[in-house]
Nanobody, 116 residues
Framework: VQLQASGGGLVQAGGSLRLSCAAS????????MGWFRQAPGKERELVAA??????DYADSVKGRFTISRDNAKNTVALQMNSLKPEDTAVYYC????????????WGQGTQVTVSS
């Protein structure tokens, strides 16, 4: 299984970024996909997740971030709007087989930096 994340960068507060993750080596539609982030000195946290039929968001990003998936292209995206400096972190794409409790596959991180 390979997860390749892209789309990070530097943006001013209030701006937008779109992260994308391309998955291979798995039956994509059978997996819940998630985006996590880890800021310096902080624990990794789940930002958003999407299964076949539902989405879930961290309270800190509700109304600003949108997760989506394209099962035909094996991709998952995270649209991030109204970015804040506290959104600065390394963002990771992850996959969890339906029914599992943990995300077992991880991509490399992509840096998102929001300047004030």
């Amino acid at each position: 299984v390979q997860l390749q994340a892209s789309g990070g960068g530097l943006v001013q507060a209030g701006g937008s970024l779109r992260l994308s993750c391309a998955a291979s080596g798995l039956t994509f539609s059978s997996y819940t996909m998630g985006w996590f982030r880890q800021a310096p000195g902080k624990e990794r946290e789940l930002v958003a997740a999407i299964s076949w039929s539902s989405t879930d968001y961290a309270d800190s990003v509700k109304g600003r971030f949108t997760i989506s998936r394209d099962n035909a292209k094996n991709t998952v995206a995270l649209q991030m709007n109204s970015l804040k400096p506290e959104d600065t972190a390394v963002y990771y794409c992850a996959a969890r087989i339906q029914g599992a409790h943990v995300f077992g596959f991880w991509g490399q991180g992509t840096q998102v930096t929001v300047s004030s």
